[in-house]
């Protein structure tokens, strides 16, 4: 298969270069998307040898990771793969994440984190997931996990509009109200830096997106 990982990186100069080097394991095809970064993550993409599209200035996850999955669908990507630049995901699971894939014949494979996670983010997982629940009837367990699999029929399904942090309620909830197959594996949660990430207001955007979502997408699903 033509497999492209998609990293969408913003000041992640600490974390990418073993990130890239691991990631060369599992796949050959790589793009990262520098999210207008401040520091060398564009210098340090570019000297691990993989595709580099540098954007002059911050537009935000959401933005960025879109930015990377058409390009890797334009490359003729048969799977893509998302992954963050900061580390938490390890790359050893994209082919488990590949074999899920084949072997359940689904669109998409989410990952759940086990294991020690601060209790800040803890809580605001539970707080995020369940709201989806009741609101979409989801029964993945880890919404806010970056690291999944899915074909390029399915990325134009589940292709998100939100430009920030929203990316995975977003396209959570479009995997959710068209009906796509999806599996799901379990990660170990690793936080090289418990500072980092969705923040408590991140959170609560997030919150009033997954309403929002609900109102709006039920309506173009119906």
């Known amino acids: 298969m033509n497999v492209w990982v998609v990293i969408a990186a913003f000041n992640e100069e600490k974390h990418l270069g073993n990130v890239l080097k691991e990631t060369k394991k599992y796949a050959k095809n790589i793009v990262v998307v520098d999210d207008g970064s401040r520091d060398?993550?564009?210098?340090?993409?570019?000297?691990?040898?993989?595709?580099?599209?540098?954007?002059?200035?911050?537009?935000?996850?959401?933005?960025?990771?879109r930015t990377?999955?058409?390009?890797?669908?334009?490359?003729?990507?048969?799977?893509?793969?998302?992954?963050?630049?900061?580390?938490?995901h390890p790359p050893a699971y994209i082919p488990k994440l590949l074999k899920t894939l084949e072997k359940e014949k689904t669109d998409i494979?989410?990952?759940?984190?086990?294991?020690?996670?601060?209790?800040?983010r803890a809580f605001g997982n539970w707080v995020l997931n369940s709201l989806m629940r009741?609101?979409?009837?989801?029964?993945?367990?880890?919404?806010?996990?970056?690291?999944?699999?899915?074909?390029?029929?399915?990325?134009?399904?589940?292709r998100w509009n939100?430009?920030?942090?929203?990316?995975?309620a977003e396209l959570t909830a479009k995997c959710l109200t068209k009906k796509l197959h999806w599996a799901e594996i379990q990660i170990p949660s690793i936080y090289?830096?418990?500072?980092?990430?969705?923040?408590?207001?991140?959170?609560?955007?997030?919150?009033?997106f997954i309403v929002w979502l609900r109102l709006t997408i039920r309506k173009d699903s119906e």
């Open 40 to 65: 060398k993550t564009s210098a340090i993409a570019k000297d691990a040898g993989v595709d580099v599209i540098a954007l002059k200035q911050n537009q935000g996850k959401g933005f960025a990771l």
């Open 162 to 168: 939100t430009n920030r942090y929203e990316v995975e």
């Open 68 to 88: 990377g999955c058409d390009y890797a669908v334009k490359k003729g990507a048969d799977v893509i793969v998302s992954l963050d630049a900061d580390g938490q």
């Open 134 to 158: 009741i609101l979409f009837g989801r029964k993945q367990k880890d919404m806010l996990c970056g690291f999944m699999v899915y074909t390029p029929d399915a990325y134009k399904k589940i």
């Open 192 to 208: 090289h830096e418990k500072g980092k990430g969705v923040k408590l207001s991140d959170a609560i955007s997030i919150a009033f």
């Open 109 to 120: 494979v989410f990952t759940k984190r086990s294991g020690d996670m601060p209790f800040s």
